[in-house]
């Protein structure tokens, strides 16, 4: 490398605040390392692809998209199995960050807890009994009426990651006035989603994901696929999370299209990140 690339290079990462060999030696080592817990297969529920793989992909995107730091105060709602706690062991500072995790489903926190909390005890992980036509049928909160166990503005970092592929638009907006009231000021949102945009209904193209044939659901803005039952994938119209994030009174930072509609991208959903400004009221 030349003293001016690197001096560049060393100049974009003070205002990133990561360094990006060591992000991708971390993604490396999180990817190979055989000590790192990991479910028996049959017991992971929180969908396809190499659980160490995705959740090592995911720590460089949260790290390089939405600038998480060692010293994170990290909540993950639906947190699953742990996909995302286990390569954030490797990263989250054991004195000055610390990670919470809630899920519907008690079998992902029950191994979670068994697993990854003895050995980083500033990971917690709770079972939180909300409602889910598939993953939890007969939970009892509503989670229209959900408010979450933490105090406001004590987090620094959430992550929805695959959560609202799952939810019905009105508890996306019941989550993100939570995920607003619990940010400290500066703190950021890294959620996935499926926007269906015009690109994404375009089925000519041949390239999307065939298994995601979205189908507008009544007058929108909800996409379900008609083959599976509704909540197994919900895409969104272009512009509803947008509206919806602004309107929680969040600012958008970065909205990032995915591959999963054929074009190219280095993740396969739609990823967006969103802040809490004091003054973004
Ligand atoms: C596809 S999985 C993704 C899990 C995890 N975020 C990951 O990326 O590995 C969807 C998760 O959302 C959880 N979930 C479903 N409904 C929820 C709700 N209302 N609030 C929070 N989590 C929910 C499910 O239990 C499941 O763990």
Request: proline share 6%.
């Amino acid at each position: 490398m030349t003293e001016v690339i690197a001096l560049k290079q060393a100049r974009a990462e003070r205002q990133l605040s990561y360094n990006e060999d060591h992000v991708r030696w971390l993604m490396d080592a999180v990817l190979h390392n055989q000590f790192l817990p990991r479910p028996d297969p049959d017991s992971i529920f929180v969908g396809d692809g190499d659980f160490q793989a995705v959740g090592s992909e995911f720590l460089g995107h949260f790290i390089r998209m939405g600038g998480l730091r060692p010293d994170s105060r990290v909540l993950d709602i639906g947190c699953g199995i742990g996909r995302m706690a286990v390569p954030l062991t490797q990263y989250i500072d054991g004195k000055t960050g610390s990670y919470c995790g809630i899920d519907p489903v008690a079998g992902g926190i029950n191994w979670c807890q068994r697993m990854v909390s003895p050995a980083y005890p500033n990971f917690e992980f709770r079972q939180i009994d909300i409602a889910h036509s598939l993953y939890n049928p007969k939970g009892e909160i509503n989670g229209l009426e959900l408010e979450l166990p933490y105090d406001s503005r004590q987090f620094d970092f959430i992550i929805m990651t695959s959560v609202v592929t799952h939810l019905p638009d009105e508890e996306v907006t019941a989550y993100l006035r939570e995920v607003e009231r619990l940010l400290a000021p500066g703190g950021r949102l890294f959620m996935t989603a499926f926007v269906v945009d015009k690109s994404a209904q375009d089925n000519a193209s041949n390239k999307r994901d065939a298994r995601l044939g979205f189908q507008r659901y009544d007058e929108g803005p909800c996409w379900f696929v008609p083959e599976m039952p509704p909540l197994a994938a919900v895409g969104f119209d272009d512009g509803f999370l947008d509206n919806a994030l602004t309107r929680a009174g969040l600012s958008i930072v970065t909205k990032s299209l995915g591959h999963w509609r054929g074009l190219p991208a280095d993740h396969y959903q739609d990823a967006f990140v969103a802040e809490y400004r004091e003054d973004s009221r």
